[in-house]
């Protein structure tokens, strides 16, 4: 990791959540990034739990899957 700051637990389990997610719906990141609006980086650091997601990403990204934030959140 190019900044060195350690990876929070949290953002992990999320990260893990977020690419069981997008890879059962056979999405790329690049798709993911078109449909939600979001950055595809972001979403490829969000996914190795580099990057803290706020609460409207969460909304954004549930809502891309077609999900709730709390389904989103399930199991982490």
């Known amino acids: 990791m190019a900044s060195g700051k350690p ?11 977020l690419g069981t ?10 798709y993911l990034a078109e449909h939600s609006g979001l950055d ?7 996914e190795h739990g580099t990057k803290e997601p706020c609460l409207n990403t969460l909304d954004i990204i549930a ?3 077609d999900i709730t934030m709390s389904e989103l959140l399930k199991g982490i």
Request: aromatic share 16%; net charge positive; hydrophobic share 45%.
């Open 21 to 30: 997610l997008r890879k059962g719906k056979k999405w790329t990141f690049v």
């Open 7 to 17: 990876r929070s637990q949290l953002n992990v389990q999320f990260g893990k959540r």
């Open 63 to 65: 809502k891309s899957f």
């Open 40 to 46: 595809a980086a972001f979403l490829h650091a969000l």
